[in-house]
T-cell receptor, first 113, second 118 residues
Framework: QKEVEQDPGPLSVPEGAIVSLNCTYS??????FMWYRQYSRKGPELLMY????GNKEDGRFTAQVDKSSKYISLFIRDSQPSDSATYLC?????????????FGRGTQLTVWP | NAGVTQTPKFRVLKTGQSMTLLCAQD?????MYWYRQDPGMGLRLIHY???????AKGEVPDGYNVSRLKKQNFLLGLESAAPSQTSVYFC?????????????????FGPGTRLTVL
């Protein structure tokens, strides 16, 4: 079993929809949770960063972490065609991992006009 | 700042040939990483380095070697390329963490190298 599980999709929604992307994990030592966005033929770029449990909002994006359920989510409100990309969750425990991140497989999202 | 750059952007090799992928970062980061990305597999860590002169194995190190002779550069070598090494290779860099809530462990990625081994 991979340490981080993420449904690869693909996910296709109309413009304006609310999108929910999710990851589950098995390592209870993970404390730092990130979402990366990757456009086609580009490198991943950091979208959201959350420490421990709770919510974080940035514009149309909200990241949620539920450590008790080992479950993280990314919500996109009023989705736009420019949000079409692959979204990767990533997490770390710092400490002995020396900066190593554990990635999900990524969910491919298409927002159609 | 250019961030993280990778050379070359594309390459086609024949089985058994060797090549070196170069990663350079201008953010003075201590940590550097090499990943490969394959359809349905996500990002898999090949090797990483926590400082100049140090390297360590990741998830899928077989068939690859790395060197970190300068802090800003991280080289990935394929001594004898195989078709199974056809992939997109990403380099990333980050700084060591300095405390809770800090974003210093954020990894910054390069644009990738598309490698095809025939």
């Amino acid at each position: 079993q991979k340490e981080v599980e993420q449904d690869p999709g693909p996910l296709s929604v109309p413009e304006g929809a609310i999108v929910s992307l999710n990851c589950t994990y098995s390592n209870s030592a993970f404390q730092y949770f990130m979402w990366y966005r990757q456009y086609s033929r580009k490198g991943p770029e950091l979208l959201m960063y959350t420490y421990s449990s709770g919510n974080k909002e940035d514009g149309r994006f909200t990241a949620q972490v539920d450590k008790s359920s080992k479950y993280i989510s990314l919500f996109i409100r009023d989705s736009q065609p420019s949000d079409s990309a692959t979204y990767l969750c990533a997490m770390s425990d710092r400490g002995s991992t020396l900066g190593r991140l554990y990635f999900g497989r990524g969910t491919q999202l298409t927002v159609w006009p | 700042n250019a961030g993280v750059t990778q050379t070359p952007k594309f390459r086609v090799l024949k089985t058994g040939q060797s090549m070196t992928l170069l990663c350079a970062q201008d953010m003075n980061h201590e940590y550097m990483y090499w990943y490969r990305q394959d359809p349905g597999m996500g990002l898999r860590l090949i090797h990483y380095s926590v400082g100049e002169g140090t390297t360590a194995k990741g998830e899928v190190p077989d068939g690859y070697n790395v060197s970190r002779l300068k802090k800003q550069n991280f080289l990935l070598g394929l001594e004898s390329a195989a078709p199974s090494q056809t992939s997109v290779y990403f380099c990333a860099s980050s700084s060591p963490s300095t405390g809770s809530g800090s974003r210093t462990d954020t990894q910054y990625f390069g644009p990738g190298t598309r490698l095809t081994v025939l």
